[in-house]
T-cell receptor
Framework: GNSVTQMEGPVTLSEEAFLTINCTYTATGYPSLFWYVQYPGEGLQLLLKATKADDKGSNKGFEATYRKETTSFHLEKGSVQVSDSAVYFCALLYKAAGNKLTFGGGTRVLVKP | DTAVSQTPKYLVTQMGNDKSIKCEQNLGHDTMYWYKQDSKKFLKIMFSYNNKELIINETVPNRFSPKSPDKAHLNLHINSLELGDSAVYFC??????????????FGPGTRLTVT
């Protein structure tokens, strides 16, 4: 079946450091890929998405590129802020499977001033 | 003007009780979902409805019964609550099922604690 694997956290960084969160997936066909962010005490917000190979999603300084050859969708940000402290979820979706989002386990990121 | 809202935000109850969580979206979306997030933050879909029709039922115990009175609402009723039901339950919605606007928007979550 489909699955998503993310690097385990927590990831602790200093402000202005470079952030990478690895995400790989196992799926047949061509799913859409997403990154969601969950700030403390809140629900999930869509951060970015990519719908086909080589697409790059970007938002709020975060980027991720859909790499079909390595089945990866790593999240990166060049200079993190304290406000980026959150849990980040990688997810895949097949429209033909009823729009079911399959999530990775989440990666907690803590940015210290 | 909240897009996807859930009530209550917190729910503490005893084992064996029956409880409901309500979800409403004002985005005009056709499809709604329930997800469960366990204590380790792992998220898994439970149900989805499209135009009030059940689309996904992800091997959830039949103590859980979703009800969609109209396209804007998807409620979750849980009978005979068990300790293992303690989790955060998220409602979500998307514009449509197979079209181009399928991004899901999530509510703030309902933290259910069963004692």
């Amino acid at each position: 079946g489909n699955s998503v694997t993310q690097m385990e956290g927590p990831v602790t960084l200093s402000e202005e450091a470079f952030l990478t969160i690895n995400c790989t997936y196992t799926a047949t066909g061509y799913p859409s890929l997403f990154w969601y962010v969950q700030y403390p005490g809140e629900g999930l917000q869509l951060l970015l998405k990519a719908t086909k190979a080589d697409d790059k999603g970007s938002n709020k300084g975060f980027e991720a590129t859909y790499r079909k050859e390595t089945t990866s969708f790593h999240l990166e940000k060049g200079s993190v802020q304290v406000s980026d402290s959150a849990v980040y979820f990688c997810a895949l979706l097949y429209k033909a499977a009823g729009n079911k989002l399959t999530f990775g386990g989440g990666t907690r990121v803590l940015v210290k001033p | 003007d909240t897009a996807v809202s859930q009530t209550p935000k917190y729910l503490v109850t005893q084992m064996g009780n029956d409880k409901s969580i309500k979800c409403e979206q004002n985005l005009g979306h056709d499809t709604m979902y329930w997800y469960k997030q366990d204590s380790k933050k792992f998220l898994k879909i439970m149900f989805s409805y499209n135009n009030k029709e059940l689309i996904i039922n992800e091997t959830v115990p039949n103590r859980f019964s979703p009800k969609s009175p109209d396209k804007a609402h998807l409620n979750l009723h849980i009978n005979s609550l068990e300790l293992g039901d303690s989790a955060v339950y998220f409602c979500a919605s998307s514009q449509d099922l197979l079209g181009s606007s399928y991004e899901q928007y999530f509510g703030p979550g309902t933290r259910l604690t069963v004692t």
